[in-house]
């Protein structure tokens, strides 16, 4: 019986116990999928780890190449002769708090649905639809993001990605849950999209992001230059990244709108942005 104690995990408590099949094998990453349609995931160290599953290292990685089927009992996997444990668990969870606004002018990634992230937010295709949501959620109607969700291309499409940057932005301000449902419900948003991009949102609905995303988030939290966990981010899939950090712009500028129009009806502060001066 060949014992592997892997760098971390994370998630897994919150996956049921039993049987997970094999559901897609990449180069940095290895799904398994339970019948109710949950993923746990495998993760080569080097482009950061998702918010449920096992990070490994890199002849750890090789070594679960060929494995189709793992059995889960508490945070710990058994695989063929494998038994996989983890030397940390860790919680890929955001503290709330005001944060520096990000700055795209920099970047000319290619996001999957509305072009380069330096041009204006204002003038990109499927900007005031997004902001109308976001408008009905605030105003405590529940949003209509079908039109979004499972839209443009890849495993997590482009449309997903970008509601996953929003609601990190959300979650990180503090007021995500004092509101209405802002996704769909999980057995509907499983009718929408891959069961992989179910996954991460469902993950991020109860505040649970990619170690990529946290770093993004937090480096803006500290007031610290961001541009090193940008870029991190923006290696993540094809246009995965680009997304993600389209996603966290836009419900930055969004609260930025929203924070202007309430100071001028009453005095205060603004709680969710700050300049860093």
Same mark, same amino acid.
């Given at each position: 019986?060949?014992?592997?104690?892997?760098?971390?995990?994370?998630?897994?408590?919150?996956?049921?116990?039993?049987?997970?099949?094999?559901?897609?094998?990449?180069?940095?990453?290895?799904?398994?999928?339970?019948?109710?349609?949950?993923?746990?995931?495998?993760?080569?160290?080097?482009?950061?780890?998702?918010?449920?599953?096992?990070?490994?290292?890199?002849?750890?990685?090789?070594?679960?190449?060929?494995?189709?089927?793992?059995?889960?009992?508490?945070?710990?996997?058994?695989?063929?002769?494998?038994?996989?444990?983890?030397?940390?668990?860790?919680?890929?969870?955001?503290?709330?708090?005001?944060?520096?606004?990000?700055?795209?002018?920099?970047?000319?990634?290619?996001?999957?649905?509305?072009?380069?992230?330096?041009?204006?937010?204002?003038?990109?295709?499927?900007?005031?639809?997004?902001?109308?949501?976001?408008?009905?959620?605030?105003?405590?109607?529940?949003?209509?993001?079908?039109?979004?969700?499972?839209?443009?291309?890849?495993?997590?499409?482009?449309?997903?990605?970008?509601?996953?940057?929003?609601?990190?932005?959300?979650?990180?301000?503090?007021?995500?849950?004092?509101?209405?449902?802002?996704?769909?419900?999980?057995?509907?948003? *499983? #009718?929408?999209?891959?069961? @992989? %991009?179910? !996954?991460?949102?469902?993950? /991020? $609905?109860? =505040?649970?992001?990619?170690?990529?995303?946290?770093?993004?988030?937090?480096?803006?939290?500290?007031?610290?230059?961001?541009?090193?966990?940008?870029?991190?981010?923006?290696?993540?899939?094809?246009?995965?990244?680009?997304?993600?950090?389209?996603?966290?712009?836009? *419900? #930055?500028?969004?609260?930025? @709108? %929203?924070? !202007?129009?309430?100071?001028? /009806? $009453?005095? =205060?502060?603004?709680?969710?942005?700050?300049?860093?001066?």
């Amino acid at each position: 019986m060949i014992i592997i104690n892997t760098l971390a995990s994370a998630g897994l408590d919150q996956l049921p116990d039993g049987e997970w099949k094999l559901h897609s094998r990449f180069s940095q990453a290895i799904n398994f999928c339970y019948p109710g349609g949950e993923l746990l995931t495998l993760f080569r160290y080097g482009k950061g780890m998702g918010p449920a599953g096992v990070l490994m290292n890199t002849e750890q990685f090789q070594r679960v190449d060929n494995v189709t089927r793992i059995i889960k009992q508490g945070n710990t996997l058994r695989a063929q002769n494998i038994i996989i444990r983890s030397r940390r668990v860790l919680r890929l969870q955001l503290p709330a708090g005001a944060f520096t606004p990000v700055d795209l002018s920099f970047y000319t990634h290619q996001s999957g649905l509305v072009g380069a992230l330096n041009q204006p937010l204002d003038i990109m295709p499927l900007y005031p639809e997004i902001i109308a949501q976001l408008e009905c959620w605030h105003h405590g109607a529940v949003p209509d993001w079908h039109w979004l969700i499972g839209r443009g291309p890849g495993l997590t499409p482009s449309g997903d990605d970008m509601l996953t940057g929003m609601i990190a932005v959300l979650h990180a301000c503090g007021i995500f849950t004092q509101q209405p449902s802002f996704l769909p419900p999980k057995d509907r948003l *499983a #009718q929408l999209t891959t069961s @992989v %991009s179910c !996954s991460y949102l469902n993950s /991020a $609905r109860i =505040g649970e992001f990619s170690t990529p995303v946290l770093r993004v988030i937090r480096s803006l939290q500290s007031g610290r230059d961001p541009h090193s966990a940008i870029c991190r981010l923006l290696a993540v899939g094809h246009t995965s990244g680009a997304d993600i950090v389209l996603g966290i712009a836009i *419900a #930055q500028r969004w609260l930025q @709108v %929203s924070d !202007s129009r309430r100071r001028h /009806a $009453r005095s =205060g502060n603004n709680t969710h942005v700050y300049s860093g001066c």
